[in-house]
């Protein structure tokens, strides 16, 4: 585990609002031998979560070396079997999404150089610009995408977007039809559904956009409308068929965002995933007029 360390010291603290408080021979975790008496200030006050502080003034410090006792000002180990996933796609400077549609164009705004001419000697900033249609990487089709008086992004309510239990429904290598029966062992009532059909495998190839692509069928999206899902999203190039004897309908997109579910499409990752037990969140940033826009998904896995 390495060296840990913890700070005793005396503190004097006056409150903006009046009164003060006084401890001596307080000890404390800190993240190093060197800390200041700024940042073990910082650190107490963050530990017994004080508010309305004017003023720390430390004395008496000495540094220990001492096994950490658990506070809060210092970072704790991860809880056991906690982890975060990733399950968005990288969004890079002339991707594909989709075949012949626009790929994103990231430049510099502001240079480093250039910025140093507005700011004091030795501060700079990058600022970058994206031109991209909203339809890039893995993201959110709000029910404004599909329907003209439906939400759009800064519509959706965040019960639909963030900390969602989520069920990951596999599909065997080969099927490429997901229909009500293939859904019919999975609760799904009040989750993020997520359709694991391993097509990510193939994004930013031709083969991601064949007409063998993995779908989900409009019954099955009416099944997951009338069981309440809460969300529902695909590992595939789209959660309709879009092979050309689907003659362009879009039965799932209609089935789903006409009943406000929202959808997210082209996630990756889905394997690491166990078949439940973790929270999923797909949330875009709140942009009127706008149906669709790219989000980093995630799922947290609890032990």
Excluded: C
């Amino acid at each position: 585990m390495g060296e840990q360390w913890r700070a005793q010291f005396d503190a004097e603290v006056s409150f903006a609002n009046g009164g003060g408080l006084r401890t001596e021979g307080f000890r404390l975790d800190i993240p190093g031998q060197d800390i200041s008496d700024e940042d073990l200030a910082a650190l107490f006050v963050r530990h017994l979560g004080l508010l309305m502080v004017a003023e720390v003034q430390i004395s008496a410090k000495t540094i220990i070396e001492e096994p950490h006792k658990g506070g809060r000002g210092v970072a704790a180990e991860p809880r056991a079997g906690r982890r975060l996933v990733e399950l968005s796609h990288v969004i890079r400077d002339g991707m594909s999404t989709l075949p012949d549609w626009p790929a994103p164009r990231i430049t510099d705004w502001l240079t480093r150089e250039a910025s140093r001419e507005r700011y004091a000697p030795g501060v700079e900033f990058h600022v970058s610009r994206i031109d991209m249609i909203a339809n890039t990487g893995t993201y959110l089709d709000a029910p404004a995408h599909r329907w003209a008086d439906g939400p759009d992004l800064s519509g959706v309510p965040l019960d639909r977007l963030a900390d969602l239990p989520g069920v990951v429904v596999r599909v065997p290598a080969g099927v490429r039809v997901v229909d009500r029966l293939m859904l019919a062992p999975y609760e799904v009532s009040g989750r993020a559904v997520l359709l694991h059909t391993g097509w990510d495998v193939h994004f930013g190839t031709e083969q991601y956009a064949a007409p063998e692509a993995p779908y989900l069928t409009g019954d099955a999206a009416q099944a997951l409308v009338d069981a309440g899902a809460a969300l529902v999203g695909i590992d595939s190039i789209n959660i309709d068929d879009m092979s050309p004897a689907a003659g362009g309908l879009r039965p799932a997109h209609s089935a789903l965002l006409a009943a406000d579910i929202p959808i997210v499409e082209h996630l990756t990752g889905l394997d690491a995933l166990p078949p439940t037990g973790f929270r999923f969140t797909a949330a875009p940033p709140m942009v009127a007029g706008m149906g669709t826009f790219p989000v980093r998904a995630f799922a947290v896995v609890n032990p």
